[in-house]
Every structure is written in C-alpha cells, then in structure tokens.
C-alpha cells in the first residue's frame, strides 16, 4: 500500500503580513489569497522492519532510523521529523514504521508557502494512512502549531489554512489563533482574466523569511508607528481587493496591488532591496500595473499584473535580470489524500 496526497501553494494577493502575530492579536489581520496548481506532496509507504526513512528528493537529503527513539532535531528535515513526531504523540500509540517521501514544486524560501503547505501535505497522508477524524479547520489548525509552536518556526497562518482549504479565500485572523474563512465565489471569466494578466516570476533568489518576520514582529512589539500603520493600509488592502476580484473591476488590480506593495515595504527595511526595486520599476516601465513580492519578502517569487497584453512586453523587459517565469493555473482544491 502507498498513501499518497498533495496540497496547492498560494499566491497572496492582498494583506500580506497581517495575519503575524502579534499584529494579529492586538488589531486583527485580513488576508486574500489564492491557490495555485503548484503542489507539495507527500508519500508513505508502511514498512514492517521498524525503520523510519525520511526522505526529500527535492533537497536530496535522507534520514533513515531503526525507530522513533533515534529523532534528533540537528537540522535535517527537521520538518518531516516534526510532523511524525506529533502525529506519533497524539494520534498512533503503535509504533509506526515507514518511508516518507516529499516533493515541493517551488524552492524552499520562494514566498509561496513551501514549508507549511508541505506539512499540511505530510498531515494529509498521515490523515489518511491513519483514518484521523481531522476536518479541515483541524488540520490546518494542527499544522500551524506543529511549525509554529513546536518547532518554533516563525511566520503567520494563512499559509496552513490556504493548503487546506483551497481556492480564493479572505481570511480573518484574530487573537487566540482564531481563523475564519471566507471562501470567495468568483465569476469563471473575472478569475480567467486575473489568471491571464498574472505574471508570476522568480528572481532566482530565495530567502529565509524568519529573519524578516522576526523583525516586522519586533517593530509591532516595539509599537513603531510606521510599520503598524502600514500594516493597517495592508489590511484595508484585502477588503479592495476582494470587493474587486467579486465585482469584476479588475483594471484596478494592478493599482490595488502596488498601494499594497508601497506599504508593505514599509514594515520592515529587509523586504526589499535594490534588485527587487529594480524589477518592479522595469515591470511598471513596461506595462504592468502593479505587483508585489510574494511572501515575506527579500527574494523568492514576484507577482505583475499586466492589463491588456502588455504581459509580452514585461516579459521581454524583465528577462534581463536572469530570472524565470511560471506558468501556473488557480486551483480550487485544498489538500488532497488517497491511497492505492
């Protein structure tokens, strides 16, 4: 028997950041997003020697342990080794043998949530091998205090709840860790056209978004005025976004996404920099409307939105800095597990 699943990343469209803790806590977040046809998987296959095989073909890396008895947290796939280890905890009093193999789309660092929407994928699998009664608020939930709470890795929630539920979503964030999603019912052609002037580009560059987060953290902790500020435009970012994406207005896209981008810059200097500067200005020199960095910044995954067809001259224009273009397709399905 294998059992397999996998989960979409995302694209965050609007108000990025919000959903932080503790910005979340004290002023409550709103955040709009999207999934997309780029997947984290994740594969077990039961074993019956007592071993446990962890094993990453994308980072070429492997575990292999006579038991559960032998995890060691030293930084090799640590997040596999998470997972298992509190799954074992609260839901399996056998001991479970297995190899676990995973596989990312998109590079660690990328900005499109890579390492939460692989644990929601590794959850799933789990889910299914073990026939765990976990609806999707579940485990979503239980994926964000695996990687946030146990394995201390800093970041928000929208990440965990995007791979679960799939789609276009306006998410709520409040104190407490509560969560609500609001799936959005978007007219097939508004979501076509918005798929068509998307252009998703990767800079060829990764980052570790933990530094990052750290510090827009530290600014809210320290109550700078600028970057809470900032973080409330964000906020107020979502709600224009999501009243646009819902009433077809889509030529205001573009101006939605660079107001976002203009403040989001604001709440922590590390995310931007001058290559990232560099780009954006030579996409809106070129025809694009507006855009973004995805994720926390630094690096990873640029979104633009061309109106039109001045997709073809951004392109053109942009390739020069040595990065790539991603097709993609928004997806409407969260995770998903089967075995066979």
Not at 76 to 84: A, E, M, T
Not at 107 to 126: D, E, M, N, Q
Not at 314 to 336: I, L, S, Y
Request: proline content about 2%; aromatic content about 10%.
């Amino acid at each position: 028997m294998i059992i397999r699943s996998k989960a979409p990343l995302r694209l965050g469209l609007a108000g990025g950041g919000t959903d932080v803790s503790p910005y979340s806590d004290l002023y409550g977040g709103a955040i709009l997003n999207a999934t997309i046809n780029l997947y984290a998987y994740a594969n077990i296959e039961p074993r019956t020697d007592g071993k446990i095989i962890f094993h990453s073909i994308d980072k070429n890396e492997m575990v292999e342990l006579n038991n559960a008895n032998e995890i060691i947290f030293d930084g090799k796939l640590d997040l596999l080794k998470g997972v298992f280890s509190n799954i074992q905890q609260r839901f399996s009093k056998e001991k479970l043998s297995f190899t676990l193999t995973t596989y990312v789309d998109a590079p660690a660092g990328s900005g499109l949530g890579t390492s939460s929407t692989l644990v929601v994928a590794i959850i799933g699998a789990f889910a299914e091998w073990l026939n765990l009664p976990l609806g999707e608020y579940d485990l979503a939930m239980l994926a964000y205090e695996i990687e946030r709470k146990k394995l201390n890795m800093a970041g928000g929630k929208q990440d965990q709840y995007a791979a679960t539920f799939g789609g276009v979503n306006f998410m709520e964030f409040y104190a407490n860790d509560k969560v609500i999603v609001n799936p959005l019912r978007i007219k097939d052609e508004y979501l076509n056209e918005l798929q068509n002037n998307i252009l998703l580009y990767y800079t060829g560059t990764s980052r570790l978004s933990a530094y990052i987060i750290d510090a827009q953290t530290k600014n809210v902790v320290a109550k700078k005025e600028k970057s809470i500020d900032a973080m409330h435009k964000l906020k107020e970012q979502s709600v224009m976004m999501k009243e646009a994406l819902l009433m077809g207005k889509l030529d205001s896209v573009g101006e939605i996404l660079d107001f976002g981008w203009q403040f989001k810059k604001q709440m922590a200097t590390e995310i931007s920099n001058a290559m990232i500067d560099e780009i954006y200005e030579t996409a809106m020199n070129t025809g694009a409307s507006g855009g973004k960095i995805s994720g926390a910044g630094g690096g990873g995954f640029m979104i633009f939105y061309c109106p039109s067809n001045t997709r073809y001259k951004v392109m053109e224009a942009v390739k020069k800095f040595g990065g790539e273009f991603k097709r993609f397709e928004f997806t409407n399905r969260g995770m998903t597990s089967w075995s066979i």
